[in-house]
């Protein structure tokens, strides 16, 4: 079983920042693709960023240029680098991994939400 933390979250100004941090913890062999997602109140859960474990990112156009994925394999932590943020950006973001465990086959994990509100 594999176990995902996520931190990170809060309140900032418009053009404020916020690093979101995703840490996985178990039966870990190898974290494959993965992702942030997040879900305003009355809205689908939106796709936000995505990075393969070669390194290939992909973003919405909503947040390109201002939201950066990145991993560390080595901590088994994924992170989303929020910057010029904006009221729109209000919501709960979710982090999402594909995770190969020893002697299972790839399954995919979600982090249990963490908030961020973007007001003045």
């Known amino acids: 079983q594999v176990q995902l933390v996520e931190s990170g979250g809060g309140l900032v100004q418009p053009g404020g920042s916020l690093r979101l941090s995703c840490a996985a913890s178990?039966?870990?062999?190898?974290?494959?693709?993965v992702g942030w997602y997040r879900q305003s109140p009355g809205k689908q859960r939106e796709f936000i960023a995505t990075a393969t474990s070669g390194g290939i990112t992909n973003y919405t156009d909503s947040v390109k240029g201002r939201f950066t994925i990145s991993r560390d394999n080595a901590k088994n932590t994924v992170y989303l680098q929020m910057n010029s943020l904006k009221p729109e950006d209000t919501a709960v973001y979710y982090c999402h991994l594909f995770v190969a465990a020893r002697g299972w086959p790839q399954q995919d994990y979600w982090g249990q939400g963490t908030q961020v509100t973007v007001s003045s």
């Open positions: 178990g039966n870990i062999f190898r974290i494959n693709a």
